[in-house]
């Protein structure tokens, strides 16, 4: 291979790294934004029930983001 070839090749390794870092630095901040805006919601809905007196059921389905089924009895 000449330089020419040697140096396009490793350019477009660079470039296909440094796409997967930023896939995955978006999959780890979406995570992070759905497991913050969750929580957010659920102490929402528990802080009205707990104000109604009403008794509610809470599922926590997804550790990782939260996600939940909440359900007034």
Same mark, same amino acid.
């Given at each position: ?9 490793? &350019? =477009? ?13 978006? /999959? *780890?901040?979406?995570? #992070?934004m759905q497991h ?6 659920? &102490? =929402? ?13 809470? /599922? *926590?389905?997804?550790? #990782? ?9």
């Amino acid at each position: 291979m000449n330089s020419i070839s040697q140096l396009l090749t490793g &350019n =477009i390794k660079l470039t296909l790294l440094l796409i997967g870092i930023v896939q995955l630095v978006s /999959v *780890i901040v979406m995570i #992070l934004m759905q497991h913050h805006f969750h929580t957010e919601e659920i &102490n =929402i809905l528990i802080n009205g029930a707990v104000a109604r007196d009403e008794n509610y059921e809470l /599922v *926590i389905h997804n550790e #990782l983001t939260q996600a939940y089924s909440f359900r007034i009895k």
